[in-house]
């Protein structure tokens, strides 16, 4: 019983990981359709951002808590960038869109490289994180529970946002009638832009987020890349519910299946039923969309 | 605009025919008299492995340029063929240097002495070939079915795809009877002769340049028939092919079968010529690798696919050796390029001129606009 | 991956250099002709016979992972040619046209185990991720603790590159082994140590004894996160002895003084002297030649000196446990008696009889 | 005043108007009237910038527009309601109206005028706007239109599909929209009567050309049914 719930928290703890690196790509890729490759590499620009914040303000709480900030709008801007100058003209080619910003991926990992070296950098993780709570017989270390709870955040935020903020409102009418926005006066090349600077965001505060638990290196992103994808298609597009329902189900069915089996065939089995389940529901778990995505 | 791209392969088939013909005349001598001639044994084996990939590449130029199906996880049917190709080779060395019922030499160092039942059919020259053509296809034909009769737009088949390909490498790094991360190689003879005499080595050249222009041959006469019309027709106005009475489902599960079997002939050829397969070569990033050298040639032309895989392969080779890190921004720039800024590729320069020269009607040609390229 | 090819590229420079400095190779300068092998083993084997055949070079030094070398080992046989490579791995094979100048299972893993059962170890879990190396570790650490009554309390991997170890650690702590065996590779030692020391674990309370962690790789994973953990391997940065004081010194002043020296930098720097040594010793850069003179060439290598053993082509060498101290270094603990012979096929170890069937080819 | 000039206009290669001109007036209406099929949607798209004017321009109170996006001609005066009851489905009626005042000051007061003028709404703030009657939803997307104070009122086919009850409402409101003054309308209209009656100039398009065209009023519908041979 014990390791049922250890399990689960477990699952929890590697969905919300997977909820956090998904969640910028629920806007990007859910709201707006744009199949960004490189979001992996925002997410490595996080990674590299909180280094960077840490050589700076050497007390590692507060450079957490600056990195965070700082990473969502370092990974907002790189977003407006991409937008701006590729995805904008890519619109009415979604499926061209994704080579176009592989390449984009390629090309910022590859000066991540340079940059920074390629081996992995160590980002110190602040000492009231250290350490770990026991819950049923399981050790869940601090890092994963500050990681759910943030992903918790992002996600009630980013609701609320979108719910009740103008800005909010003027994303969600652009998704739901292009035209019909643009021609009540709303600029749908802002809203646009907007949409990619929050989903951008939302993918440099996971690169913060996950220095905690993993390496910050190059090839951060492309770890968490498919797995993100994924999720958001699993959940359906348009709709936060359905990728935050997909992320827990994923993580908690990838870490049942690691329990008995090995890490190895949880991430095969993981792929091959997500797979099999959008051949019974193509539309994911939840599905609005008035703009559809090719 | 889909009239006009139907009216367009139209327009092009008759005129083309004797240039497609002339063309193929080029391409043979080129393959099989100048390259043998003036390339070192070592450049030819080179070249051979390139028009694996370009073998690959005409597969995709179909499905993807003509389809519009972004097929990101050609790894799988590259990686399914090569693999059986591997085990009959691995099965025919053991067979050869270790006598009858000997296992694989791999085997033998990680104490295996019992040939996995699996791998016995594999013995049989005439299993393998048989499963390397039709395996892949039949796997394209039941993922192609199952994918496309539920409508599964474009985007998400690319995603599901490359999920696919990400899971069969992660899958074959676990099996150890498969060499694991190591993958299969080491292989000493190809169907009875040495691999490592030269002549022989040529020989393999020629079979990789002959299953070239005969999968270019195949897909020319598709191309240009009334599937092939229908084909773009599905790509470019899919409900309206559905109103006509087709089964667009159909339509495009055809092509991407074909696709398939040539990605895992192309694989099957693989294995003897660059005398490795291993997880490395079939996961995401070598699935997404095989596109874009049919994005540079020009994703909707016959020969477009064939000659930008071989370009970039080559041009990797070349470059990459010097300038590894400059090499990866020239890759992701020409992603962000041609793909970005040049959907017909590099073929379109030179095709618009020629248009525009023979017809002055300003030069416009097949488009193969991926726009709500519903899949 | 590509990161520690680098440092060994640096390390083999500086070797050349060196030589180059000191007069050459039997009077002749040595070139270097560089290639990348794109950490992907259907390139290292194409690479390796276009510097074979096109540039015809007289040995290549190199090679990463257990897939490049298997890889490029038929090319070199295919082409009589010479290949040394510098990296520790599963043993188990034995090549006339490679020189293998990082340890063999017997100089790394097996010290690293009678160093556990030593210091009292009686159970052990193994970690590793899914790939050949740490396969054949395990079963070969299996199969010593069958013989050395060591309780193996799990035995899992993760894909490459995974950074989830939640569910593996959890069994691991509920395990309660003594020690853990790591053969964890690249940066899932990052995620694994980090998680490990959240969920409470310590090198006190239960060691971990990793073979794929070098000096390089401490930073990255964070020393807070690894302090006191152990090593195996055959050279540390801070051996003391002549020969290395001088090797990491031209090291840093060659590439920095942040740059560290590791094992595989230290076995490939090496190796470009084996082969100088062989090469004066047949008088000739000629394959067969140097095959021939290679058996006893002895270097005195940073590490200590090591020889040519004729039979198998690996190298003699002393195998030292390390802790890793926390100035990120990591600091010889144990040492074996003397340096130990190699023996890829563990045929001198009766324990080991079931592992596996000699190579055809011996 | 909005002007075309020999507008062309279509989708991709498609041209589908060939060279309309039409005129509105700053203070009255203008209707195009026409078959299905006849172009008349296409002509208001590409006068509001949603469709791409391949030659002719499109003038606003003496500014070419021509190459302006849809949200800066609604900055400029221009509104348009679709055809087809449009609305952003999963906002709230009240959320699709405030999406169009956001960032205005007087956005508050402005809401409390619409709601004045089509007080049906009143009750149906919480609701998600996909689920109102298509007539409610009209009358939010005529609201949703007047919200940004236009001068210049584009109306593609507002009472199309509409139970009868409700359209007699619409029409008379759109009537009271153009008698109230310093407001221009264009009107597509299949119900000529009540087109008729309301402008003070009519255009029929035929196959994206306009065959005819002259003033309004009841006494024209002889010549405009003759026109679209009816």
Same mark, same amino acid.
């Given at each position: 019983?014990?390791?049922?719930?250890?399990?689960?928290?477990?699952?929890?703890?590697?969905?919300?990981?997977?909820?956090?690196?998904?969640?910028?790509?629920?806007?990007?890729?859910?709201?707006?359709?744009?199949?960004?490759?490189?979001?992996?590499?925002?997410?490595?620009?996080?990674?590299?951002?909180?280094?960077?914040?840490?050589?700076?303000?050497?007390?590692?709480?507060?450079?957490?808590?600056?990195?965070?900030?700082?990473?969502?709008?370092?990974?907002?801007?790189?977003?407006?960038?991409?937008?701006?100058?590729?995805?904008?003209?890519?619109?009415?080619?979604?499926?061209?869109?994704?080579?176009?910003?592989?390449?984009?991926?390629?090309?910022?990992?590859?000066?991540?490289?340079?940059?920074?070296?390629?081996?992995?950098?160590?980002?110190?993780?602040?000492?009231?994180?250290?350490?770990?709570?026991?819950?049923?017989?399981?050790?869940?270390?601090?890092?994963?529970?500050?990681?759910?709870?943030?992903?918790?955040?992002?996600?009630?935020?980013?609701?609320?946002?979108?719910?009740?903020?103008?800005?909010?409102?003027?994303?969600?009418?652009?998704?739901?009638?292009?035209?019909?926005?643009?021609?009540?006066?709303?600029?749908?090349?802002?809203?646009?832009?907007?949409?990619?600077?929050?989903?951008?965001?939302?993918?440099?505060?996971?690169?913060?987020?996950?220095?905690?638990?993993?390496?910050?290196?190059?090839?951060?992103?492309?770890?968490?890349?498919?797995?993100?994808?994924?999720?958001?298609?699993?959940?359906?597009?348009?709709?936060?519910?359905?990728?935050?329902?997909?992320?827990?189900?994923?993580?908690?069915?990838?870490?049942?299946?690691?329990?008995?089996?090995?890490?190895?065939?949880?991430?095969?089995?993981?792929?091959?039923?997500?797979?099999?389940?959008?051949?019974?529901?193509?539309?994911?778990?939840?599905?609005?969309?008035?703009?559809?995505?090719? | 605009?889909?009239?006009?791209?139907?009216?367009?392969?139209?327009?092009?088939?008759?005129?083309?025919?004797?240039?497609?013909?002339?063309?193929?005349?080029?391409?043979?001598?080129?393959?099989?008299?100048?390259?043998?001639?003036?390339?070192?044994?070592?450049?030819?084996?080179?070249?051979?492995?390139?028009?694996?990939?370009?073998?690959?590449?005409?597969?995709?130029?179909?499905?993807?340029?003509?389809?519009?199906?972004?097929?990101?996880?050609?790894?799988?049917?590259?990686?399914?063929?090569?693999?059986?190709?591997?085990?009959?080779?691995?099965?025919?060395?053991?067979?050869?240097?270790?006598?009858?019922?000997?296992?694989?030499?791999?085997?033998?160092?990680?104490?295996?002495?019992?040939?996995?039942?699996?791998?016995?059919?594999?013995?049989?020259?005439?299993?393998?070939?048989?499963?390397?053509?039709?395996?892949?296809?039949?796997?394209?034909?039941?993922?192609?079915?199952?994918?496309?009769?539920?409508?599964?737009?474009?985007?998400?088949?690319?995603?599901?795809?490359?999920?696919?390909?990400?899971?069969?490498?992660?899958?074959?790094?676990?099996?150890?009877?498969?060499?694991?991360?190591?993958?299969?190689?080491?292989?000493?003879?190809?169907?009875?002769?040495?691999?490592?005499?030269?002549?022989?080595?040529?020989?393999?050249?020629?079979?990789?340049?002959?299953?070239?222009?005969?999968?270019?041959?195949?897909?020319?006469?598709?191309?240009?028939?009334?599937?092939?019309?229908?084909?773009?027709?599905?790509?470019?106005?899919?409900?309206?092919?559905?109103?006509?009475?087709?089964?667009?489902?159909?339509?495009?599960?055809?092509?991407?079968?074909?696709?398939?079997?040539?990605?895992?002939?192309?694989?099957?050829?693989?294995?003897?010529?660059?005398?490795?397969?291993?997880?490395?070569?079939?996961?995401?990033?070598?699935?997404?690798?095989?596109?874009?050298?049919?994005?540079?040639?020009?994703?909707?032309?016959?020969?477009?696919?064939?000659?930008?895989?071989?370009?970039?392969?080559?041009?990797?080779?070349?470059?990459?050796?010097?300038?590894?890190?400059?090499?990866?921004?020239?890759?992701?720039?020409?992603?962000?390029?041609?793909?970005?800024?040049?959907?017909?590729?590099?073929?379109?320069?030179?095709?618009?001129?020629?248009?525009?020269?023979?017809?002055?009607?300003?030069?416009?040609?097949?488009?193969?606009?991926?726009?709500?390229?519903?899949? | 991956?590509?990161?520690?090819?680098?440092?060994?590229?640096?390390?083999?420079?500086?070797?050349?250099?060196?030589?180059?400095?000191?007069?050459?190779?039997?009077?002749?300068?040595?070139?270097?002709?560089?290639?990348?092998?794109?950490?992907?083993?259907?390139?290292?084997?194409?690479?390796?016979?276009?510097?074979?055949?096109?540039?015809?070079?007289?040995?290549?030094?190199?090679?990463?992972?257990?897939?490049?070398?298997?890889?490029?080992?038929?090319?070199?046989?295919?082409?009589?040619?010479?290949?040394?490579?510098?990296?520790?791995?599963?043993?188990?094979?034995?090549?006339?046209?490679?020189?293998?100048?990082?340890?063999?299972?017997?100089?790394?893993?097996?010290?690293?185990?009678?160093?556990?059962?030593?210091?009292?170890?009686?159970?052990?879990?193994?970690?590793?991720?899914?790939?050949?190396?740490?396969?054949?570790?395990?079963?070969?650490?299996?199969?010593?603790?069958?013989?050395?009554?060591?309780?193996?309390?799990?035995?899992?991997?993760?894909?490459?590159?995974?950074?989830?170890?939640?569910?593996?650690?959890?069994?691991?702590?509920?395990?309660?082994?003594?020690?853990?065996?790591?053969?964890?590779?690249?940066?899932?030692?990052?995620?694994?140590?980090?998680?490990?020391?959240?969920?409470?674990?310590?090198?006190?309370?239960?060691?971990?004894?990793?073979?794929?962690?070098?000096?390089?790789?401490?930073?990255?994973?964070?020393?807070?996160?690894?302090?006191?953990?152990?090593?195996?391997?055959?050279?540390?940065?801070?051996?003391?002895?002549?020969?290395?004081?001088?090797?990491?010194?031209?090291?840093?002043?060659?590439?920095?003084?942040?740059?560290?020296?590791?094992?595989?930098?230290?076995?490939?720097?090496?190796?470009?002297?084996?082969?100088?040594?062989?090469?004066?010793?047949?008088?000739?850069?000629?394959?067969?030649?140097?095959?021939?003179?290679?058996?006893?060439?002895?270097?005195?290598?940073?590490?200590?000196?090591?020889?040519?053993?004729?039979?198998?082509?690996?190298?003699?060498?002393?195998?030292?446990?390390?802790?890793?101290?926390?100035?990120?270094?990591?600091?010889?603990?144990?040492?074996?008696?003397?340096?130990?012979?190699?023996?890829?096929?563990?045929?001198?170890?009766?324990?080991?009889?079931?592992?596996?069937?000699?190579?055809?080819?011996? | 005043?909005?002007?075309?000039?020999?507008?062309?206009?279509?989708?991709?290669?498609?041209?589908?108007?060939?060279?309309?001109?039409?005129?509105?007036?700053?203070?009255?209406?203008?209707?195009?009237?026409?078959?299905?099929?006849?172009?008349?949607?296409?002509?208001?798209?590409?006068?509001?910038?949603?469709?791409?004017?391949?030659?002719?321009?499109?003038?606003?109170?003496?500014?070419?527009?021509?190459?302006?996006?849809?949200?800066?001609?609604?900055? $400029? %005066?221009?509104?348009? *309601?679709? &055809?087809?009851?449009?609305? =952003? /489905?999963? !906002? +709230?009626? #009240?959320?699709?109206?405030?999406?169009?005042?956001?960032?205005?000051? $007087? %956005?508050?007061?402005? *809401?409390? &005028?619409?709601?004045?003028? =089509? /007080?049906? !709404? +009143?009750? #149906?703030?919480?609701?998600?706007?996909?689920?109102?009657?298509?007539?409610?939803?009209?009358?939010?997307?005529?609201?949703?239109?007047?919200?940004?104070?236009?001068?210049?009122?584009?109306?593609?086919?507002?009472?199309?599909?509409?139970?009868?009850?409700?359209?007699?409402?619409?029409?008379?409101?759109?009537?009271?929209?153009?008698?109230?003054?310093?407001?221009?309308?264009?009107?597509?209209?299949?119900?000529?009567?009540?087109?008729?009656?309301?402008?003070?100039?009519?255009?029929?398009?035929?196959?994206?050309?306009?065959?005819?065209?002259?003033?309004?009023?009841?006494?024209?519908?002889?010549?405009?049914?003759?026109?679209?041979?009816?």
């Amino acid at each position: 019983m014990d390791v049922v719930i250890g399990q689960l928290f477990t699952g929890m703890s590697t969905g919300s990981i997977l909820l956090l690196a998904a969640l910028g790509l629920a806007l990007t890729f859910g709201q707006m359709g744009v199949i960004n490759m490189a979001h992996g590499e925002f997410i490595m620009a996080g990674c590299y951002t909180a280094y960077v914040v840490q050589q700076v303000v050497s007390a590692t709480g507060a450079s957490l808590l600056i990195s965070l900030a700082v990473g969502f709008v370092v990974g907002g801007a790189m977003g407006v960038i991409l937008e701006a100058t590729l995805l904008r003209r890519l619109y009415h080619r979604p499926l061209d869109t994704l080579l176009v910003t592989f390449g984009v991926g390629l090309i910022l990992q590859q000066l991540a490289r340079d940059i920074f070296g390629a081996p992995a950098v160590n980002v110190v993780a602040p000492g009231w994180l250290s350490g770990g709570v026991e819950i049923f017989g399981a050790v869940v270390p601090k890092t994963r529970i500050f990681i759910l709870l943030l992903a918790a955040a992002c996600v009630a935020g980013l609701a609320a946002a979108l719910k009740y903020l103008p800005a909010g409102r003027r994303i969600r009418a652009v998704v739901q009638n292009r035209d019909l926005a643009e021609s009540s006066g709303i600029s749908s090349r802002q809203t646009d832009r907007m949409t990619f600077f929050v989903g951008s965001g939302l993918a440099g505060v996971a690169g913060v987020a996950l220095t905690l638990i993993g390496s910050t290196s190059p090839t951060i992103g492309q770890s968490y890349l498919v797995d993100a994808f994924l999720v958001v298609v699993a959940g359906g597009l348009g709709q936060l519910r359905g990728a935050v329902i997909a992320a827990f189900a994923l993580g908690v069915l990838q870490s049942a299946v690691e329990y008995s089996t090995t890490a190895s065939m949880a991430k095969v089995v993981a792929f091959v039923v997500i797979v099999g389940f959008l051949q019974l529901r193509p539309q994911g778990l939840f599905s609005v969309r008035a703009r559809s995505l090719a | 605009m889909s009239g006009d791209t139907t009216s367009d392969v139209r327009r092009a088939a008759p005129g083309g025919r004797w240039r497609t013909m002339g063309g193929f005349a080029v391409a043979a001598v080129l393959l099989f008299a100048v390259a043998p001639t003036v390339l070192s044994d070592f450049r030819l084996g080179l070249l051979a492995k390139f028009l694996c990939f370009a073998i690959v590449a005409v597969g995709i130029g179909l499905a993807w340029g003509r389809g519009g199906m972004l097929t990101l996880g050609q790894g799988v049917f590259f990686g399914l063929g090569a693999y059986m190709m591997a085990m009959h080779l691995k099965l025919a060395d053991a067979e050869l240097y270790g006598g009858p019922g000997s296992v694989p030499d791999f085997m033998e160092i990680a104490g295996v002495r019992e040939l996995p039942g699996w791998w016995a059919p594999f013995a049989s020259p005439v299993f393998t070939i048989a499963a390397i053509l039709l395996l892949p296809a039949a796997v394209a034909v039941v993922l192609g079915l199952a994918v496309f009769r539920r409508r599964v737009k474009g985007a998400y088949f690319a995603i599901l795809s490359q999920a696919l390909a990400a899971a069969l490498a992660i899958y074959l790094v676990s099996r150890q009877e498969l060499g694991g991360s190591n993958g299969l190689n080491r292989f000493r003879t190809f169907f009875g002769f040495t691999l490592n005499d030269p002549v022989n080595r040529t020989m393999l050249f020629f079979i990789a340049s002959g299953t070239l222009l005969a999968v270019v041959a195949i897909v020319r006469q598709l191309m240009y028939s009334r599937y092939g019309e229908l084909l773009v027709a599905v790509r470019d106005q899919e409900e309206r092919v559905r109103f006509l009475g087709y089964d667009p489902a159909t339509v495009k599960v055809v092509a991407y079968a074909v696709a398939a079997a040539f990605a895992g002939i192309a694989g099957a050829l693989f294995v003897p010529i660059v005398g490795i397969i291993s997880p490395a070569d079939i996961g995401i990033l070598p699935s997404i690798s095989f596109l874009i050298g049919v994005a540079i040639g020009g994703r909707a032309t016959l020969l477009g696919p064939v000659l930008g895989a071989i370009g970039v392969a080559w041009a990797e080779s070349s470059f990459s050796e010097q300038f590894p890190s400059a090499w990866t921004y020239a890759l992701g720039a020409m992603f962000v390029l041609i793909i970005g800024f040049l959907p017909r590729g590099l073929a379109s320069v030179t095709a618009v001129r020629a248009l525009r020269r023979r017809s002055g009607d300003g030069g416009r040609q097949s488009v193969p606009e991926q726009r709500e390229v519903a899949v | 991956m590509a990161i520690s090819e680098t440092t060994v590229r640096d390390a083999i420079k500086l070797a050349v250099d060196e030589i180059n400095a000191d007069g050459g190779v039997l009077g002749k300068e040595i070139e270097i002709v560089a290639e990348d092998g794109a950490s992907e083993p259907a390139v290292f084997a194409e690479k390796a016979e276009k510097l074979i055949r096109d540039d015809c070079v007289a040995a290549v030094f190199g090679g990463w992972t257990s897939a490049s070398r298997k890889a490029m080992l038929p090319v070199f046989e295919n082409h009589d040619a010479l290949l040394y490579y510098p990296v520790q791995y599963e043993g188990l094979e034995a090549s006339p046209n490679i020189f293998y100048s990082g340890a063999t299972t017997n100089q790394q893993i097996i010290p690293a185990l009678d160093y556990l059962a030593e210091e009292g170890v009686e159970s052990l879990y193994l970690v590793g991720s899914d790939y050949v190396f740490p396969r054949t570790a395990n079963a070969i650490i299996t199969a010593y603790a069958d013989a050395h009554g060591i309780e193996i309390k799990g035995e899992d991997y993760v894909p490459l590159g995974s950074t989830d170890f939640s569910t593996i650690v959890n069994k691991v702590r509920t395990e309660d082994a003594d020690a853990v065996f790591n053969t964890l590779n690249g940066d899932s030692n990052v995620a694994f140590f980090r998680e490990y020391t959240n969920v409470g674990l310590t090198a006190d309370d239960m060691p971990v004894m990793s073979v794929s962690i070098a000096e390089e790789e401490v930073g990255g994973i964070g020393v807070e996160n690894i302090e006191g953990q152990l090593t195996a391997w055959n050279y540390y940065q801070t051996l003391d002895s002549d020969q290395n004081t001088t090797f990491v010194g031209a090291f840093k002043d060659e590439y920095g003084d942040e740059r560290v020296t590791s094992d595989a930098m230290e076995a490939a720097y090496t190796s470009v002297y084996v082969w100088k040594e062989s090469v004066e010793a047949a008088e000739s850069f000629d394959v067969a030649d140097v095959q021939e003179a290679a058996g006893g060439v002895a270097v005195d290598a940073p590490e200590g000196t090591v020889t040519v053993d004729g039979e198998n082509n690996h190298l003699v060498k002393t195998a030292r446990i390390g802790e890793i101290r926390d100035d990120g270094l990591i600091h010889t603990v144990w040492e074996s008696d003397g340096a130990i012979e190699p023996d890829p096929f563990l045929q001198t170890y009766s324990w080991a009889d079931g592992l596996s069937v000699d190579d055809a080819e011996g | 005043m909005l002007e075309l000039d020999a507008v062309h206009t279509g989708y991709g290669r498609a041209t589908v108007v060939h060279g309309a001109s039409l005129r509105v007036p700053a203070d009255g209406v203008a209707a195009v009237m026409g078959h299905n099929g006849a172009g008349k949607t296409t002509l208001l798209r590409a006068a509001v910038g949603l469709l791409k004017v391949s030659r002719g321009t499109v003038t606003f109170d003496g500014e070419e527009i021509t190459g302006l996006r849809p949200n800066a001609r609604v900055k $400029r %005066g221009l509104a348009y *309601v679709p &055809q087809g009851q449009q609305c =952003f /489905p999963q !906002l +709230t009626t #009240l959320e699709n109206l405030q999406v169009v005042v956001d960032g205005k000051r $007087r %956005g508050r007061e402005l *809401v409390a &005028q619409s709601l004045d003028l =089509f /007080p049906a !709404l +009143t009750g #149906l703030l919480g609701r998600r706007a996909g689920l109102l009657s298509g007539g409610q939803r009209q009358q939010l997307a005529i609201a949703r239109a007047l919200l940004t104070e236009p001068r210049m009122l584009i109306l593609d086919e507002p009472t199309e599909g509409i139970q009868p009850s409700v359209v007699a409402e619409i029409e008379q409101t759109i009537l009271d929209l153009t008698r109230r003054g310093g407001l221009g309308v264009l009107l597509v209209e299949q119900h000529i009567g009540f087109a008729l009656r309301a402008c003070g100039r009519y255009y029929v398009l035929e196959s994206g050309r306009i065959t005819s065209e002259g003033d309004g009023g009841a006494a024209a519908e002889h010549a405009v049914r003759e026109a679209m041979a009816i």
